[in-house]
């Protein structure tokens, strides 16, 4: 009798794959049926354009991939085919994020839905693999909207997402997916794509209000204008937009979870804060490790919990606000910084504590800055949480700025 | 397909290019532009990249010169603009998501734009095979709309606001114009290519017409006389064209299915001076600098007559002028 490997059936029940962040959001582009996408390579979001390629070419699905020359026409060939009609995707880290800039700005204060992901990436010099959001923080003023992932699901469903928000008329602005570089564009997790037809209903075809087509006759698009005539107003559709976005938001992740399936708070998420004194704030995935060292010290006595943004943009102050009405003190989890910022902490902690700003509380703030890529791990949330527990007994903040990675004299 | 348009009386009446703009009187680009709409036609999208074009042709009233769609690049950004719409239309057309029709995307950008910053995407788009899509660089030799600064198609000798004639640097320019239309000759995906000017009247209509139907990406630089960067009386802007030619201080050529052939030859030649003089910005040059951009326009001629006989592109090679900085004692 020969051999055989008898394959459990059990295993076929739930369609679940083992994906990357970067291969489970060329997923989601696939499944969002997208026009038009242009590439340019640089690490760690390449993964997204290499796997989009090899989808088009093997015929899985059907769109233009555009290889540009500079990061800067990638995102002006995003801008200019969304302001045709179709539907598009891009994509780029650290200093190719830099690079684009001017198309980045203009697709914003144009309110041209392109979707973009950002695999964060320490910004040069010294070129640097390292994870980093100050690519993403470049473009944190201009309109567009940002949300943060956990791991590679979540970057799934938030690009689905992203595209529904997006394109909603009360909002066509640009939407980031940040995804931290290496920890999730190259981790690899269980990931349970939606079926295609559970989306469509969902993620209805994108139509502009006034595409640039002669069919629908002609238009002048981002004309040259007198500020005098209407330079305020014009910068005020931008920014009512970004408000109206919220509602959307919470829309879109309501109808998510009632065609797709899976639950998400839309803005914030909270792991044992009901009775914690202490919180840490972050995003992305590096929540995870927090998470596991406020269970660690709560063993020890020191109520931890954590507090994790999934929106950067637009600022989810309200849900923050409320989140950490009972905590004592507050730990930010920052992979910015802002040179010579106020007490040089980083630009998330400096947006954290604005908000905290109107809270009736005020509780001691301490901002952990994880700048240059030196990849923190679980030992500098503990300490994290120490040196946050240690501001609630003496009743102040003795320093406010940590570089717990640094080696040497944080200075 | 278009058909050429054999005589001024065969012109569309219609232009897509209309008031409503406050360009200069006597503005070049301007008066290619309109030229440009009307062989065109209605089918058509436009793409502006930042200059004179973008800022004179809109701003203070909210008016808009266009009867067809137009979209705003930035500067640098004319190759990309061009390559993403005409991407969009063909994934729409082709996923059953938009009617199936011819539809032209022209890039009208001028001299900065496409020969300086956006050089980089211009030669990335000549590379797609996008049908019915056309570059079109107006080249009024400077960046006009910032003050007329010099861009890489000035003259050797023109004065701008960065190369002006000083007291001991005289010259002005010391570059030698890029020839932007040889450059994009070199792509191998490219299908037409042409440089053109206001005269013949015909010539610049009919070229976009060939540029348009050639089935893959096109460009065509249109020299186009700037009364404010050269210092001229805007009533000579359509005779400048003429005199351009006549002087072969500009060569109008086509490169077409591989094939190349000047598309103006001079009946008369006329000295390179009667071009110059009539233009403030080379009021300074000595006699001696005038003989040598005649000299250099002679060198030149040489290999242009050439490839028209050979009907292939060579490259032309020009000794070097003299020198810009007069050696110090």
Redesign the interface.
């Known amino acids: 009798m020969s051999a055989q490997v008898t394959v459990p059936k059990t295993v076929t029940l739930r369609r679940k794959h083992v994906w990357t962040g970067t291969r489970s959001i060329a997923e989601a582009v696939k499944i969002a049926d997208v026009d038009v996408i242009a590439a340019y390579p640089i690490r760690p979001y390449t993964g997204i354009m290499n796997d989009l390629a090899r989808m088009v070419a093997d015929g899985e699905f059907r769109a233009e991939i555009i290889v540009a020359d500079s990061e800067h026409s990638q995102f002006e060939i995003a801008k200019h085919a969304s302001a045709v009609g179709a539907r598009t995707f891009v994509g780029s880290s650290g200093v190719g994020l830099a690079y684009a800039t001017e198309a980045i700005c203009v697709t914003a204060l144009g309110q041209l839905p392109v979707v973009a992901v950002a695999g964060c990436r320490a910004l040069d010099d010294p070129g640097n693999f390292g994870m980093e959001w100050n690519d993403v923080f470049l473009f944190r003023d201009v309109g567009w909207l940002v949300s943060w992932a956990k791991d590679p699901q979540e970057a799934l469903d938030m690009t689905l997402v992203a595209y529904r928000v997006a394109e909603d008329h009360r909002v066509l602005l640009p939407h980031f997916i940040a995804i931290d570089g290496a920890a999730i564009t190259h981790v690899s997790t269980p990931v349970e794509p939606p079926a295609k037809e559970s989306v469509t209903e969902f993620l209805p075809p994108y139509r502009p209000p006034y595409p640039l087509d002669p069919a629908y006759g002609p238009v002048t698009k981002a004309q040259h204008i007198a500020p005098s005539l209407i330079g305020p107003e014009q910068r005020k559709l931008v920014d009512v937009a970004t408000k109206n976005s919220r509602e959307v938001i919470q829309e879109a992740w309501k109808d998510y979870t009632r065609y797709v399936g899976r639950q998400y708070s839309p803005f914030i998420e909270t792991t044992l804060m009901d009775d914690a004194d202490i919180a840490l704030v972050s995003m992305g995935a590096y929540t995870k490790d927090a998470i596991y060292a406020a269970r660690k010290l709560r063993e020890r006595g020191i109520k931890a919990g954590v507090v994790r943004l999934r929106y950067w943009r637009p600022f989810p102050a309200e849900e923050l606000r409320e989140a950490l009405l009972d905590a004592k003190a507050i730990g930010v989890v920052d992979f910015s910084y802002s040179m010579g910022s106020p007490d040089h902490a980083g630009a998330f902690f400096n947006d954290v504590r604005s908000t905290l700003y109107e809270s009736n509380s005020k509780p001691p703030l301490v901002d952990f800055i994880f700048a240059g890529g030196r990849e923190p791990t679980v030992r500098h949330f503990e300490e994290a949480i120490c040196i946050v527990q240690e501001s609630t007994r003496t009743k102040k903040v003795s320093k406010i700025t940590h570089w717990l990675t640094l080696r040497g004299k944080d200075a | 397909m278009s058909s050429p348009i054999k005589s001024v009386r065969d012109v569309p009446a219609i232009d897509y290019y209309t008031s409503g703009r406050r360009t200069c009187a006597g503005c070049g680009p301007a008066i290619t532009y309109r030229l440009l709409s009307k062989a065109a036609g ?4 436009f ?1 502006g990249p930042t200059s004179c074009m ?2 004179a ?6 008016t ?1 010169p ?9 500067l ?2 004319g ?7 005409a ?6 057309m ?2 059953g ?3 199936n029709e011819d ?1 032209n995307v022209i890039v009208y950008g001028g001299d900065g734009g496409f020969a300086d910053i956006g050089f ?2 211009l ?2 788009a000549m590379g ?1 095979d996008y049908k019915r899509l056309l570059f079109v660089l107006n080249d009024n030799e400077s960046y006009a709309n910032t003050g007329i600064q010099a861009s890489s198609t000035t003259p050797w000798g023109a004065t701008t606001t960065f190369t002006p004639s000083g007291k001991v640097k005289k010259i002005g320019n010391i570059r030698l114009k890029k020839n932007v239309a040889l450059t994009m000759a070199a792509h191998p995906g490219v299908k037409y290519v042409a440089t053109s000017t206001m005269h013949p009247p015909l010539d610049f209509m009919n070229k976009v017409r060939k540029a348009l139907d050639a089935g893959g990406p096109s460009f065509i630089e249109v020299l186009t006389p700037c009364p404010k960067g050269w210092f001229f009386d805007p009533k000579h802007t359509v005779n400048f064209a003429k005199l351009a030619l006549d002087t072969r201080a500009w060569v109008s050529w086509e490169y077409a299915d591989g094939e190349f052939s000047l598309t103006y030859k001079p009946g008369k030649i006329t000295p390179v001076k009667e071009y110059l003089k009539l233009q403030g910005r080379f009021a300074h040059l000595t006699e001696k600098q005038i003989d040598e951009i005649q000299r250099m326009i002679d060198e030149e001629w040489k290999y242009w007559e050439e490839m028209n006989q050979e009907k292939r592109i060579i490259l032309p090679w020009i000794s070097a002028p003299i020198p810009a900085v007069a050696a110090l004692p």
């Open positions: 209605a089918n058509t999208v793409l973008y800022v042709n809109g701003h203070q009233y909210l808009s266009y009867a067809v769609p137009w979209s705003h690049t930035q640098g950004g190759g990309a603009a061009g390559v993403g719409t991407a969009a239309f063909r994934a729409l082709t996923k998501k938009r009617k539809i980089a995407g030669s990335m797609y």
